[in-house]
């Protein structure tokens, strides 16, 4: 598990304020591409959609598929962070064991280390934040909506409530 601490002094450093947030850095970062050199790697590696919502997303976001199997790949504009998720159906997508990865997933691991990202897992992103953003009510406000997307459910647990909703 990444540090917490730290990773609210990395999200209070790019954003300049908890209470009123900068957002410059997106429009700076999407200009830029700065991993498109990495993105030309996953392409070698897999097909690749590029889905990012400059409106919600503070994080690139992409679909691969290989082989009939699909991820969502986050790459944060924040700093060099990475969240991966098995697969795209927001009922389905669950964390990729780092345990037992799938070829696929051991390649796509090693590709960001070579590219310096750290790979966040589920109990470090579901951390409260303080940053105030647009869509996400303060009392869910975590790790990821700061350094991935801002939507007030986190992509994980629209499975969960989808699966709550069913049993009523």
Same mark, same amino acid.
């Given at each position: 598990m990444?540090?917490?601490?730290?990773?609210?002094?990395?999200?209070?450093? /790019?954003? /300049?304020?908890?209470?009123e947030?900068?957002?410059?850095?997106?429009?700076?970062?999407?200009s830029?591409?700065?991993?498109?050199?990495?993105?030309s790697?996953?392409?070698?590696?897999?097909?690749?959609?590029?889905t990012?919502?400059?409106?919600?997303?503070?994080?690139?976001?992409?679909?691969?598929? /290989?082989?009939?199997?699909?991820?969502?790949?986050?790459?944060s504009?924040?700093?060099?962070?990475?969240?991966?998720?098995?697969?795209?159906?927001?009922?389905g997508?669950?964390?990729?064991?780092?345990?037992?990865?799938?070829?696929?997933?051991?390649?796509?691991?090693?590709?960001?280390?070579?590219?310096h990202?750290?790979?966040?897992?589920?109990?470090?992103?579901?951390?409260?934040c303080?940053?105030?953003m647009?869509?996400?009510d303060?009392?869910?406000?975590?790790?990821?909506?700061?350094?991935?997307?801002?939507?007030?459910?986190?992509?994980?647990?629209?499975? /969960?409530?989808?699966?709550?909703?069913?049993?009523?």
């Amino acid at each position: 598990m990444e540090d917490t601490q730290r990773l609210l002094n990395v999200i209070q450093r /790019k954003y /300049k304020s908890f209470e009123e947030p900068e957002f410059w850095f997106v429009s700076k970062m999407i200009s830029s591409q700065p991993y498109a050199p990495m993105v030309s790697h996953l392409q070698k590696l897999f097909t690749v959609q590029e889905t990012t919502d400059p409106n919600d997303d503070v994080s690139f976001v992409y679909t691969l598929s /290989k082989s009939r199997r699909e991820w969502l790949l986050q790459l944060s504009m924040v700093d060099r962070y990475a969240v991966v998720l098995r697969g795209l159906d927001p009922v389905g997508c669950t964390f990729v064991s780092w345990d037992s990865p799938t070829p696929e997933e051991q390649a796509l691991r090693e590709l960001l280390q070579v590219h310096h990202f750290t790979i966040l897992d589920q109990q470090t992103l579901e951390q409260p934040c303080p940053l105030k953003m647009h869509n996400t009510d303060p009392e869910n406000m975590c790790i990821y909506q700061a350094l991935f997307s801002d939507v007030d459910v986190l992509p994980w647990e629209t499975a /969960k409530r989808h699966e709550e909703k069913k049993e009523k």
